[in-house]
Nanobody, 124 residues
C-alpha cells in the first residue's frame, strides 16, 4: 500500500488543521493506521492511532482532547483533525499502516508502511 499525507500548513496558535492520508494500491481496511510526528532534532513520536474498522482509537497524552483521528474506508482515507494547536505541535506529520491488526500499536517500529510526511507549523 502507498500512503500520501496532505493538509499541513502554517497556522496560528489556537487554530485548526485537518490532515488527510490517502491510500492506494490496497484497501485501507486491511490495516490499523497511525499518525506520528517528528520535530527537528527529536525522535519520531506517536500521535494517534485507529483500528482497521475505526472502532477503537488511541492518543498521545499531549494531544488528547485536541486531536481526533478518523477514517473512511470507502474513500481509502484517514484523517487527523487538530484543534487548539500549540507551537509545540510543530513537526512533520506522518501517516503509517500496520498489517498486524490484533493490537493497536503506538510505536513506529510496529508500522509497516509510511507516507512521505506533511509539515505543520504553529506560530505563537
Amino acid at each position: 500500500v502507498q500512503l500520501q499525507a496532505s493538509g499541513g500548513g502554517l497556522v496560528q496558535a489556537g487554530g485548526s488543521l485537518r490532515l488527510s492520508c490517502a491510500a492506494s494500491g490496497r484497501a485501507l481496511s486491511n490495516y490499523n493506521m497511525g499518525w506520528f510526528r517528528q520535530a527537528p532534532g527529536k525522535q519520531r513520536e506517536f500521535v494517534a492511532a485507529i483500528t482497521w474498522s475505526g472502532g477503537s482509537t488511541n492518543y498521545a497524552d499531549s494531544v488528547e482532547d485536541r486531536f481526533t483521528v478518523s477514517r473512511d474506508n470507502a474513500k481509502n482515507t484517514m484523517y487527523l483533525q487538530m484543534n487548539s494547536l500549540k507551537p509545540e505541535d510543530t513537526a512533520v506529520y506522518y501517516c503509517a499502516a500496520d498489517r498486524h491488526i490484533l493490537v493497536l500499536a503506538t510505536t513506529p517500529r510496529s508500522y509497516d508502511y509510511w507516507g512521505q510526511g506533511t509539515q505543520v507549523t504553529v506560530s505563537s
